[in-house]
């Protein structure tokens, strides 16, 4: 070639053996979905991959068809499936390479391609679900936790501690909220410690007040029947005086109920003599409730009400019952009379009265015994205790206390 005006100066011929060329068709297209040919300008297939002359001779009679000799066109074989056509023409001696190529195959390459995309589409979102997922625990977790303590706090449980290491503010916060939960710890135990010792004050004073009419009166009755020569009713009283007398001196809180009762038994023996054969009792206590500890005194104000106040002033015959037993709630302390009875005016100032205890009563209201009871209950038990009074006028009273607690506790 003229390298000044690019014209041929002559020409190169090559010869090659036919085998060999085929030879190196193949090593250069393997694969058998596609289909290598060299064809001379006479229309003689001068080399193949595959022996599949019928079907180039066809279709470059297509290409001349179309008057497109080079150039690519869909083409279908033999019916059964479309192929890829490509043909280049030589500019000397109009030789053709042809190519053809199974659209299958094509489609096979992009279906791989396609799945392969969507593959990795899908192991991105869950790389990505994963990484967003742990920071969101990361960060939500410890919120988590600290919005659990707080809700612990706000239940009077200060025995959670939040453990959040996240080196920022959340930490700070973390460490800040568990000096707070010990803070209130420290200063609630305090102030419980306080009203327990203030509480404990109380039940002492109050357990400490005794009617002393009822030490005058008993020691008059004792007088009159040593006047009398009664002596062994003078006994009978000195010894319930004395029973009575030491069980006042204790200075134990609580006792079992059969030493509550026992001394209810010498008050009512000393009213009994007293009045005479106006007086009547009966006691009954549940034998496995024998053994469970109530406060000091709190039946015999009880008792000592029904009598002066439901009993005493009745021109008939009364009876005092006594009973402890067992209900669904826990224990019920039962007082009950059949004397004088209430007014709904002064049973509506009582009712009152055990509404708010701490409230102000009407100076006729109540007696300063069953004040003094009901002030040691709820001081004693809280809101574990209910008290309900019931009376009918020249039918009698009825005082019931439930005592609400559990059954592990009565055993």
């Known amino acids: 070639m003229d390298l000044t005006d690019r ?3 002559g020409y190169c011929a090559l010869v090659y053996e036919k085998d060999k060329l085929e030879a190196l068709l193949d090593l250069i297209t393997p694969d058998s979905n596609r289909l290598v040919a060299l064809v001379a300008p006479d229309g003689r297939i001068a080399s193949s991959n595959q022996n599949h002359d019928e079907v180039l001779w066809k279709i470059l009679g297509e290409l001349k068809e179309h008057g497109d000799e080079t150039g690519e066109l869909v083409w279908e ?13 030589t500019k000397v001696d109009k ?6 190529v199974r659209s299958r195959h094509l489609l096979t390459s992009v279906h791989v391609t396609a799945g392969a995309i969507f593959f990795i589409g899908i192991l991105g979102i869950i790389v990505g679900t994963i990484i967003e ?3 969101a625990n990361r960060m939500v977790s410890p919120i988590t936790e600290l919005i659990q303590q707080v809700r612990r706090i706000e239940k009077e449980d200060y025995s959670m501690r939040n453990e959040v290491h996240t080196a920022d503010e959340l930490e700070v916060l973390g460490h800040s909220v568990n000096h707070m939960s010990d803070r209130i710890n420290v200063l609630v135990n305090q102030v419980l410690k306080q ?8 039940l002492q004073a109050l357990q400490a007040q005794i009617n002393p009419h009822f030490l005058y009166n008993t020691l008059e009755c004792i007088n009159s029947l040593a006047q009398q020569g009664r002596k062994e009713e003078v006994r009978e009283v000195t010894v319930a005086f004395s029973n009575v007398t030491k069980s006042l001196l204790k200075e134990s809180r609580e006792v079992m109920v059969k030493e509550e009762l026992n001394f209810v038994k010498d008050f009512l023996k000393i009213y009994q003599i007293m009045l005479g054969d106006k007086l009547s009792y009966q006691i009954e206590v549940q034998e496995d409730l024998e053994t469970f500890r109530i406060p000091r005194m709190t039946i015999q104000p009880l008792v000592e009400n029904a009598v002066l106040h439901g009993i005493k002033p009745c021109t008939w015959d009364g009876n005092v019952s006594v009973s402890v037993v067992s209900v669904k709630k826990g224990v019920l302390i039962s007082v009950n009379d059949d004397g004088l009875g209430m007014e709904q005016e002064q049973l509506g100032t009582i009712r009152e009265y055990l509404e708010n205890p701490d409230g102000d009563i009407k100076k006729d209201g109540i007696g300063v015994g069953m004040k003094n009871v ?11 205790v209910e008290i309900h009074i019931s009376s009918i006028p020249d039918m009698g009273t ?9 059954t592990e506790d009565i055993m």
Do not use: A, F
């Open 7 to 9: 014209e041929p100066l």
């Open 77 to 89: 074989w033999s019916g059964r499936e479309r192929v890829l056509v490509s043909s280049y023409e």
């Open 95 to 100: 030789w053709h390479l042809v190519c053809l």
């Open 133 to 135: 997922q742990r920071v």
């Open 195 to 202: 009203e327990i010792g203030y509480r404990d004050m109380q």
């Open 374 to 384: 009901i002030q040691r209950l709820y001081l004693y038990y809280g809101k574990n």
């Open 398 to 406: 009825t005082i019931d206390c439930i005592l609400s607690v559990k």
